[in-house]
Structure formats: C-alpha cells, structure tokens
C-alpha cells in the first residue's frame, strides 16, 4: 500500500533555532516528492519540489533532501522566525495508472516560540 | 502570481441542510481536484477532473456529495444533506493535466465547513 510517513507529529522550537523534518514512504512507481507548508486555516503551498535524481533542493531557509534509495527526504529549516509555525505536509506522486495521484503525509506541525 | 479562487472561506450550516462551494482554477488549467483535510490529517481526495469529465471519484460519498465541471472551467461541489462529521476544511485545486505529477499543481485557500 502507497503510504507516506511523517515525524515527529508535533515541534516545539525556538525562534532563531534550526529544525529537521522527517518523511518516509512506500510508493511506488515513485514521479517526484514535494514538500508543503500549511498556515491555520489556508491552503497548503509548495516549498519544494524534487525527482528521483535531485539530492537535495533549497527555497531560501527551506532545504529539502531525498534518499531515493532508503526512500526517505527531510526538510530543514534554518534560523527559525515565527510565521514558520505551520504544518509541514510531505507529498510523493504515483507515476502510475491514469490519474497520477499524490499521496499526502499527515503533517508535522511546528511552533516556533519567541 | 496566478491562483485558485474558492469561496465562500468559512461557511456554518445546520445537520440536514444544503451546502456548496466553488472552485474557479487557475486559467489554462485543464485538472481540477477537491480535496477534504479533517484537522489534523492530510488532504483526501474526493473528486478530479479533467475539463468537464470525471476521471476519479471513487472517495466521494455519492449518496450525499456530488460535484460538477459544468463548462470545463469552474466547478461546485455540493453536499446534501450536511451530516456532523462533514465538519472539515474542502481544497480545491488545479493543475495544466493529471499527468503533471504535481508539477503546476496550486491549492486555494479552502473553504472550513462547520456543521452543527
């Protein structure tokens, strides 16, 4: 079954500090695996965007990683500021079948705290 | 930067009444998607379509939902009648075509439904 794992559920950090997000899945046909940032109450964005051969992806403190082969990525946020408290929401797409479907993680919410 | 309109943001309706909301994608967009996110968890796919036809909504409670694509551009997606559980936010979201595989892929900024 096409799953995608995300960990810890919750963080709590301080402002200025550097956190890791963790995401795991098991889909497969792997296309490509984003990563989503989603304020309360507002739909998700896209941060980052990567394919089977991108290592490693950056959008200003947001990097992104990804391990095609243990089938693992992270996103790591730098100097932590308060509007990045949201859920981070990892997603991989199934190049398979006719609708190409992206499986969502079920998020890790981060507080960044002053 | 282009978006996804959807409206109404927030909407209350009572258990057993009528409820819909509308999604107008970003031009040019030929994939349209309704997601519904319960707190806490991540977006389930309820519907997609490609122009006006349906290409998957095998998750959506036809008993009580029911969306449509009318003219291939926006789109409504309806619930009746409204059942406490329904409470949740509804994405809407579009792409250039389901083979994009998430590249071009916008969300708006969702409609929270509160059923009480």
């Known amino acids: 079954k096409n799953q995608v794992e995300q960990s810890p559920q919750s963080l709590i950090i301080l402002e200025g500090k550097n956190c890791t997000l963790q995401?795991?899945?098991?889909?497969?046909?792997?296309?490509?695996l984003r990563w989503y940032k989603q304020d309360t109450g507002r739909g998700p964005v896209s941060l980052t965007i990567?394919?089977?051969?991108?290592n490693t992806k950056s959008n200003g403190r947001y990097t992104a990683t990804l391990d095609a082969d243990t089938k693992q990525s992270s996103l790591h946020i730098t100097a932590s500021q308060l509007s990045d408290s949201a859920s981070y929401i990892c997603?991989?797409?199934?190049?398979?079948?006719?609708?190409?479907?992206?499986?969502f993680g079920t998020g890790t919410l981060l507080a960044v705290q002053p | 930067e282009a978006e996804v309109a959807q409206s109404p943001r927030y909407k209350i309706t009572e258990k057993s009444q009528a409820v819909a909301f509308w999604c107008d994608p970003i031009?040019?967009?030929?994939?349209l998607y309704w997601y519904r996110q319960i707190l806490g968890q991540g977006p389930e796919l309820l519907v997609q379509?490609?122009?006006?036809?349906?290409?998957?909504d095998s998750q959506l409670p036809k008993d009580r939902f029911s969306a449509e694509r009318l003219k291939g551009v926006d789109s409504t997606l309806k619930i009746q009648p409204a059942e406490l559980g329904d409470s949740a936010m509804y994405l809407c979201?579009?792409?250039?075509?389901?083979?994009?595989?998430?590249?071009?892929?916008?969300f708006g900024s969702g409609t929270r439904l509160t059923v009480v």
């Open positions: 990567m394919t089977f051969s991108e």
């Open positions: 995401c795991n899945y098991t889909v497969s046909p792997f296309s490509n």
């Open positions: 031009s040019g967009h030929a994939t």
């Open positions: 979201a579009s792409s250039q075509s389901y083979r994009a595989g998430g590249y071009g892929y916008t």
């Open positions: 379509f490609q122009d006006e036809s349906v290409v998957d």
């Open positions: 997603v991989v797409s199934d190049y398979g079948g006719a609708t190409n479907k992206l499986i």
